[in-house]
C-alpha cells in the first residue's frame, strides 16, 4: 500500500505540473496574441498618419502655388495700375 500512496502522490504532481503548465503556456499565447495584435494596429495605425501626411503635403504645395500665383497677378495689376496711372519707379 505504501507503494500505492506514493504513486498517487506522484501523479497528483505530475497532473498539478500539468495543469498549471497548460495554464502558463495558454497565458503566454494569449500574451503573444495580444502583442501581434497591438503591432499590426500600430502598423495600421503608422500607415493611415503616412496618408494622411501625403494628403497634407499636397495641399500645402496647392496651397504654395496658389499664393505664388496670386503674388504675381497682384504684381500684375499693380504694374497696370502705375502704367494707367504714369508712375515711373
Same mark, same amino acid.
Given at each position: !500500500?505504501?507503494?500505492?500512496?506514493?504513486?498517487?502522490?506522484? !501523479? /497528483? /504532481?505530475? #497532473?498539478?505540473?500539468?495543469?498549471?503548465? +497548460?495554464?502558463?503556456?495558454?497565458?503566454?499565447?494569449? +500574451?503573444?496574441?495580444?502583442?501581434?495584435?497591438?503591432?499590426? *494596429?500600430?502598423?495600421? #495605425?503608422?500607415?493611415?498618419?503616412?496618408?494622411?501626411? /501625403?494628403?497634407?503635403?499636397?495641399? #500645402?504645395?496647392?496651397?504654395?502655388?496658389?499664393? &505664388?500665383? *496670386?503674388? #504675381?497677378?497682384?504684381?500684375?495689376?499693380? /504694374? &497696370?495700375?502705375?502704367?494707367?496711372?504714369?508712375?515711373?519707379?
Amino acid at each position: !500500500m505504501h507503494v500505492n500512496g506514493d504513486l498517487r502522490k506522484i !501523479m /497528483a /504532481a505530475l #497532473v498539478t505540473a500539468g495543469i498549471l503548465g +497548460s495554464w502558463s503556456f495558454a497565458a503566454t499565447r494569449a +500574451s503573444s496574441d495580444d502583442i501581434e495584435a497591438v503591432r499590426d *494596429e500600430i502598423k495600421e #495605425v503608422e500607415s493611415e498618419a503616412k496618408e494622411r501626411h /501625403a494628403k497634407l503635403a499636397k495641399n #500645402v504645395e496647392d496651397i504654395k502655388k496658389t499664393i &505664388q500665383l *496670386e503674388a #504675381v497677378a497682384a504684381a500684375a495689376f499693380r /504694374a &497696370q495700375v502705375r502704367s494707367a496711372l504714369d508712375i515711373h519707379e
